[in-house]
């Protein structure tokens, strides 16, 4: 969950796909904020990019041992939070 400032809000895109994909919501501590969180349909479509990605990633990463790939994901998964 990220929340916008009146900024971000303004250029946030309104396509259907994007309204299909996050949900807005008001802060409960700032009126003036707006959080965007991930629909459930967000989170599939991205488990779908992700899929995606690594499919086309694959032919970089594959003169990799097996401990450089581990390596890898450890540090993708910290980029993204985990």
Do not use: C, N, W, Y
């Amino acid at each position: 969950m990220t929340s916008a400032s009146p900024t971000a809000r303004a250029s946030t895109s309104k396509s259907p796909a994007t309204v299909a994909s996050v949900r807005r919501f008001a802060s409960e501590e700032d009126g003036r904020s707006v959080h965007v969180a991930l629909t459930p349909e967000g989170h599939a479509l991205g488990r779908e990019l992700t899929a995606e990605i690594s499919e086309l990633l694959a032919p970089l990463t594959s003169s990799l041992s097996a401990t450089e790939r581990r390596r890898l994901g450890e540090l993708q998964g910290r980029m993204r939070g985990r």
